[in-house]
């Protein structure tokens, strides 16, 4: 089992058939995940296409996520939380900026993601919107969003299948709304 600490993220790769277990060891944290196909890295995760294919925006066990040409990426095997978010954009230096009027450095998961995806040459630009495990957004009748504490508990996890080859960011999230208010570790870990 591997170790993001607080803040900060991660990139590998993983095989086509192999499994991805993504624990949140303490409770209510939050780790955003992006997918890149390992042999082309254009093709990458797509919220949109996801949430067309599957026709849901609240995707858990037996969802699968595709790319931005409509291939699976990974299926959703086991889901023992059951609340995943794919609708907010990974926070950056102007998520804190103009959302919480954060003046002065702050970790965030767009960084966290680049700088951890750099070595597979995958740019900023490049990033997609991550798919948020354990992420609780909510909406009202108006379509206002909120962002409410992980539902997540000690030791719950999802367990994805690789449908492709693939190179995956990992966070542990670093935006306090998101996390309620505490920063904790991920644990990951790929199973053949």
């Known amino acids: 089992m591997h170790e993001i600490?607080?803040?900060?993220?991660?990139?590998?790769?993983?095989?086509k058939g192999q499994k991805l277990k993504v624990v949140d060891p303490e409770g209510e944290q939050v780790s955003d995940m992006v997918l890149f196909n390992a042999k082309d890295r254009r093709e990458k995760l797509s919220s949109g296409k996801t949430m067309d294919f599957e026709e849901s925006i609240l995707l858990t066990t037996?969802?699968?996520l595709w790319s931005n040409?409509?291939?699976?990426?990974?299926?959703?095997l086991e889901d023992t939380n059951g609340r995943n978010d794919f609708l907010l954009a990974p926070c950056s230096p102007e998520t804190f900026e103009i959302m919480y009027n954060y003046?002065?450095?702050?970790?965030s998961?767009?960084?966290?993601?680049?700088?951890s995806l750099e070595p597979f040459n995958i740019q900023p630009d490049d990033i997609p919107n991550a798919f948020?495990?354990?992420?609780?957004v909510q909406f009202d009748?108006?379509?206002k969003l909120s962002v409410d504490p992980p539902l997540s508990k000690a030791g719950d996890y999802v367990l994805f299948e690789a449908k492709m080859d693939?190179?995956?960011?990992?966070?542990?999230?670093?935006a306090e709304d998101s996390n309620n208010g505490t920063f904790k570790p991920i644990h990951y870990e790929v199973l053949d």
């Open 141 to 143: 009748e108006k379509g």
């Open 62 to 64: 037996k969802n699968f």
């Open 109 to 115: 998961c767009f960084e966290n993601l680049y700088t």
């Open 69 to 76: 040409r409509s291939q699976k990426m990974l299926e959703i």
């Open 166 to 174: 693939l190179i995956i960011g990992l966070t542990a999230c670093s």
């Open 132 to 136: 948020n495990i354990f992420m609780n």
């Open 103 to 107: 003046d002065g450095y702050h970790p």
């Open 5 to 15: 600490n607080k803040q900060s993220g991660t990139a590998f790769k993983i095989k």
